[in-house]
């Protein structure tokens, strides 16, 4: 079988609603959904469906009020480690250096200093931060901030990585920067990525392919299949802009 049609991770009838002033608000309902080892999964949809809720269920962050989340077949409760967590906000913390904040999972693991030292280096190389080992992230810009973010979640070596609209708040030429990036560590570093956005173009330059929720309550509305699009992608190319076109006619306007 080919190895990219291995499902490693399987949502199954996910809800997940908050009580807002004695009033029970639905954010996300009956997600179902398989993700495949080493696929490139993008959720998108417009802004407040409930994106960010879906991906704190995944990462165990939210406990949903109904469904499963299997993990290579197994069922898993809460936080799991093999689940990693890019955010755009990325909570780096201002009084440690780039090293210092890419090593500090595994330095919260209780692994010696060699040891982390080195397979954060790794990261950092990686992400061409080198060189900046000893800077803090006030010395940094958006883009090398986030890739600090990428190194750090790489470093602590899940097997899933989620990014949650990571490139929101880059500008645009740094934004197409990063998403080229994003896809040379991806194949560098292969890992199962899903990467949050509601940026109908990203989404169709990066996917295999794309999970089109609803409005919220997100619910799923259609799944494309990218992969006819080859790679690299040409945001020119008619295929390209055939899929943006489907995709973009068939999103729900944000309220
Ligand atoms: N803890 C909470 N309590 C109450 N309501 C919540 C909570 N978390 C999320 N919501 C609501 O759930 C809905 C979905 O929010 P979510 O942050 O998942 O949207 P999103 O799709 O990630 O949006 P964006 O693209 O703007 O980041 C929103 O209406 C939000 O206000």
């Given at each position: 079988m080919d190895k990219k049609k291995q499902v490693i991770l399987s949502l199954r009838n996910i809800s997940q609603s908050f009580v807002v002033k004695d009033e029970v608000k639905p954010a996300v309902e009956n997600?179902?959904?398989?993700?495949?080892?080493?696929e490139f999964l993008v959720v998108l949809g417009p802004g407040h469906c409930g994106k960010t809720v879906l991906m704190n269920v995944i990462a165990g962050i939210e406990k949903p009020i109904e469904g499963?989340?299997?993990l290579k077949g197994e069922e898993i409760h809460?936080?799991?480690?093999?689940?990693?967590?890019?955010?755009?906000?990325?909570?780096?913390?201002?009084?440690?250096?780039?090293?210092?904040?890419?090593?500090?999972?595994?330095?919260?693991a209780g692994m010696e200093k060699m040891k982390r030292r080195a397979i954060a280096q790794k990261y950092i190389d990686l992400v061409r931060?080198?060189?900046?080992?000893?800077s803090y992230p006030h010395e940094l810009s958006g883009g090398m901030k986030q890739r600090v973010g990428i190194a750090r979640a790489y470093t602590n070596n899940p097997e899933i990585l989620i990014m949650d609209e990571p490139f929101g708040a880059l500008d645009a030429q740094t934004r197409y920067a990063m998403e080229e990036e994003v896809l040379r560590i991806w194949k560098e570093e292969k890992r199962t990525v899903i990467f949050v956005t509601n940026n109908i173009e990203e989404a169709v330059f990066l996917a295999d392919r794309v999970i089109l929720l609803s409005n919220c309550p997100a619910k799923v509305k259609q799944v494309y299949d990218l992969s006819p699009l080859g790679r690299p992608r040409d945001l020119m190319d008619p295929e390209f802009l055939r899929f943006r076109t489907e995709i973009s006619e068939n999103t729900d306007l944000a309220l």
């Open positions: 997600v179902s959904l398989d993700v495949y080892d080493n499963q989340i299997f809460g936080n799991d480690r093999r689940i990693g967590m890019v955010f755009q906000s990325l909570n780096l913390m201002p009084w440690r250096t780039v090293m210092g904040n890419v090593e500090f999972g595994l330095e919260l931060l080198t060189g900046f080992e000893h």
